[in-house]
């Protein structure tokens, strides 16, 4: 009887008590609570009020992260930081970002994209590392990578034909970029902290080609797997030259556009039988040596077995040895003899390259894959 009494009273008699005790108590307890008690009407209702000076938290918050890209717990801790002062928050953003970069440099980054620059006598082609092909889809890193490959034709090295370069080479280097999250001039080495800052993975510039050709005749270039032109995940590049100077070079660049993606599938790895190394041959005499052994026959039938798989070998990683892929019935050197009839002029392969994403990188997961398949993981 006496609590319902009680919970009759009007909340305004309940809350001036309370006041009344909290002044016997301490005199800012007394403030705090009629701060609280200001905030109540007579009429007992109760009634929530916000501060005009509060900024629009999510408006700006959703505005940084457009800017920057960068995760949204990040974004918030910078604009909290900085008093939700939109400008001082993306500075601060960019420091912490930095800083995470350095922590992930260390992690193994082998997904990403090759990107191509090209022109009549010259092509380039980059390859920019991460570690999942989530980031590898992400605009500014697409960008980030199209604008090295456009710088490094910019470059000139006379008398390279093919001149592969490491990090090293251009990290000191300026590049002018042009988006709305990644602009003015920088060093490539800063450019691709900034984009490891935004996308929150360890991004790498692992390697690039440049290839020309010094005579009468083209580059040509093939990519696969591509989000956009000029960028994919596997590449083919090479120079085809003609010994006349006025032969025709639209029959070149139809063949060597082909035989690029050719390069690109059949992944040969010389040019001519007498360029394959004397160490390959002689591993590959062994290995085939061991095989013709086992069959039993005289050694004379054996040395006839091992010349004639020899010759499928040529025929497996030498490029002009090759079965072309457009036609299974000719050879890229019986290709190139139809060529050089065409244009009236003996038509030749100067260099060729194939590259891959990630090639040569052991990532984590097949680190983890090779664990498993020795049976050494304990559970």
Same mark, same amino acid.
């Given at each position: 009887?006496?609590?319902?009494? !009680?919970?009759?009273?009007?909340?305004?008699?309940?809350?001036?008590?309370?006041?009344? &005790?909290?002044?016997?108590?301490?005199? =800012?307890? #007394? $403030?705090?609570?009629?701060?609280?008690?200001? /905030?109540?009407? &007579?009429?007992?209702?109760? /009634?929530?009020?916000?501060?005009?000076?509060?900024?629009?938290?999510?408006?700006?918050?959703?505005?940084?992260?457009? +800017?920057?890209?960068?995760?949204? %717990?990040?974004?918030?801790?910078? *604009?909290? =930081?900085?008093?939700?002062?939109?400008?001082?928050? &993306?500075?601060?953003?960019?420091?912490?970002?930095?800083? *995470?970069?350095?922590?992930?440099?260390?992690? #193994?980054?082998?997904?990403?994209?090759?990107?191509?620059?090209?022109?009549?006598? +010259?092509?380039?082609?980059?390859?920019?590392?991460?570690?999942?092909?989530?980031?590898?889809?992400?605009?500014?890193?697409?960008? *980030?990578?199209?604008?090295?490959?456009?710088?490094?034709? $910019?470059?000139?090295?006379?008398?390279?034909?093919?001149?592969?370069?490491?990090?090293?080479? *251009?990290?000191?280097?300026?590049?002018?970029?042009?988006?709305? %999250?990644?602009?003015?001039?920088? #060093? !490539? +080495?800063?450019?691709?902290?900034?984009?490891?800052?935004?996308?929150?993975?360890?991004?790498?510039?692992?390697?690039?080609?440049?290839?020309?050709?010094?005579?009468?005749?083209?580059?040509?270039?093939?990519?696969?797997?591509?989000?956009?032109?000029?960028?994919?995940?596997?590449?083919?590049? !090479?120079?085809?030259?003609?010994?006349?100077?006025?032969?025709?070079?639209?029959?070149? %660049? +139809?063949?060597?556009?082909?035989?690029?993606? /050719?390069?690109?599938?059949?992944?040969?790895?010389?040019?001519?039988?007498?360029?394959? =190394?004397?160490?390959?041959?002689?591993?590959?005499?062994?290995?085939?040596?061991?095989?013709?052994?086992?069959?039993?026959?005289?050694?004379?039938?054996?040395?006839?077995?091992?010349?004639?798989?020899?010759? %499928?070998?040529?025929?497996?990683?030498?490029?002009?040895?090759?079965?072309?892929?457009?036609?299974?019935?000719?050879?890229?050197?019986?290709?190139?003899?139809?060529?050089?009839?065409?244009?009236?002029?003996?038509? #030749?392969?100067?260099?060729?390259?194939?590259?891959?994403?990630?090639?040569?990188?052991?990532?984590?997961?097949?680190?983890?894959? /090779?664990?498993?398949?020795?049976?050494?993981? $304990?559970?």
């Amino acid at each position: 009887m006496a609590w319902g009494q !009680v919970a009759r009273r009007p909340i305004a008699t309940l809350l001036s008590r309370a006041q009344q &005790q909290a002044a016997q108590l301490s005199p =800012s307890a #007394t $403030s705090q609570t009629h701060l609280l008690g200001n /905030h109540f009407p &007579q009429n007992g209702m109760l /009634h929530r009020r916000f501060s005009s000076e509060v900024p629009d938290q999510m408006g700006l918050i959703k505005q940084l992260r457009e +800017r920057t890209s960068a995760p949204i %717990k990040d974004v918030k801790a910078s *604009l909290v =930081s900085c008093n939700w002062d939109i400008e001082e928050a &993306q500075k601060d953003l960019r420091k912490r970002g930095v800083i *995470l970069a350095a922590k992930k440099s260390s992690r #193994t980054a082998a997904e990403g994209l090759l990107a191509m620059a090209q022109d009549e006598k +010259r092509a380039a082609v980059v390859e920019l590392n991460c570690e999942t092909d989530f980031v590898a889809r992400n605009e500014v890193f697409q960008y *980030l990578a199209s604008s090295l490959a456009k710088m490094v034709l $910019s470059v000139q090295e006379p008398g390279k034909l093919v001149f592969p370069f490491a990090p090293a080479y *251009l990290e000191n280097m300026s590049i002018n970029l042009d988006h709305p %999250k990644l602009s003015g001039e920088t #060093t !490539v +080495r800063d450019a691709v902290t900034e984009v490891a800052a935004m996308v929150g993975e360890n991004v790498k510039l692992r390697r690039g080609f440049m290839f020309s050709t010094a005579g009468h005749g083209v580059v040509s270039s093939y990519l696969h797997n591509c989000p956009q032109p000029g960028l994919g995940r596997m590449a083919g590049l !090479v120079t085809l030259e003609a010994e006349d100077s006025s032969a025709p070079l639209d029959a070149l %660049k +139809r063949v060597g556009s082909s035989i690029a993606m /050719h390069i690109v599938a059949q992944k040969p790895l010389f040019l001519s039988k007498d360029l394959v =190394s004397a160490a390959a041959l002689e591993n590959e005499r062994d290995v085939l040596r061991t095989q013709a052994e086992k069959s039993g026959k005289p050694p004379m039938a054996m040395e006839k077995m091992v010349e004639g798989r020899l010759r %499928k070998y040529f025929e497996e990683v030498v490029l002009l040895e090759q079965k072309y892929i457009v036609n299974d019935s000719t050879n890229i050197k019986t290709l190139l003899n139809d060529l050089s009839k065409e244009v009236g002029s003996k038509v #030749t392969i100067g260099n060729f390259v194939r590259m891959e994403v990630g090639e040569g990188i052991e990532s984590s997961s097949s680190v983890l894959a /090779h664990i498993l398949r020795a049976g050494v993981v $304990s559970y």
